[in-house]
């Protein structure tokens, strides 16, 4: 069983238009997290949820709405989509939010264009 | 804020030689931990090796350790005997004892290895 999976893997899309991106843990874990890896392979937290609880917020544009309805999924809801949203998208989920490390799914590519 | 820093793009080794892969972090706090990923071609990311701050010894992972110097607040990565296995992209990343952050990355170091 994959621990931390996300779907889909691959996601193309025009310009303007809403899209999801699911995360499923069966680790039993606490945290969730959402990172972005851009065109550089830079990757950066967007946001980490504790117990379905907001926790970590960066800054980020409010097009991207994150939504956990139990503590075994982390969803990643984008409006209006822009061609610089276009990276790989990684879900996580760790024990607990301090001194663990991270489980990652195997990431979601998204290309708008 | 920590920031996280590999100093090389890229890095070549030979097959079965030995090779080191440098991080630096710049950070004010006493309580965090350290950690080596590797991302293959396929995406997937992967943890190497973990490295508690308060821990003085060096951790080891088979053929991976690591030369933790807090001093100088750097943590670097030696691959022994690589194999044509180990090309990937490898970051290094921070993580405060409180964990309230989530993980800091470098910008990653791509390690490719000759046969």
């Known amino acids: 069983d994959t621990a931390v999976s996300q779907t889909p893997k691959y996601l193309v899309t025009q310009m303007g238009n809403d899209k999801s991106i699911k995360c499923e843990q069966n680790l039993g874990h606490d945290t969730m997290y959402w990172y972005k890896q851009d065109s550089k392979k830079f990757l950066k937290i967007m946001f980490s949820?504790?117990?379905?609880?907001?926790?970590i917020n960066e800054t980020v544009p409010n097009r991207f709405s994150p939504k956990s309805p139990d503590k075994a999924h982390l969803n990643l809801h984008i409006n209006s989509l822009e061609l610089g949203d276009s990276a790989v998208y990684f879900c996580?989920?760790?024990?607990?939010?301090?001194?663990?490390?991270?489980?990652f799914g195997q990431g979601t590519r998204l290309t708008v264009v | 804020a920590q920031t996280v820093t590999q100093s090389q793009p890229e890095m070549s080794v030979q097959e079965a030689e030995t090779v080191t892969l440098s991080c630096t972090y710049d950070?004010?706090?006493?309580?965090?931990?350290l950690f080596w990923y590797k991302q293959p071609p396929s995406r997937q990311m992967i943890l190497v090796i973990r490295q508690e701050a308060y821990k003085q010894q060096n951790a080891t992972e088979n053929r991976f350790s690591v030369n933790f110097q807090k001093a100088a607040k750097s943590f670097s990565l030696k691959i022994s005997d690589s194999q044509l296995g180990d090309a990937a992209m490898y970051f290094c990343a921070y993580r405060s004892g409180g964990g309230a952050d989530g993980l800091t990355f470098g910008k990653g170091t791509h390690l490719i290895i000759q046969p």
């Open positions: 950070t004010s706090e006493s309580d965090y931990y």
């Open positions: 949820y504790n117990n379905k609880e907001l926790i």
């Open positions: 996580a989920s760790s024990r607990s939010r301090v001194n663990t490390e991270a489980f």
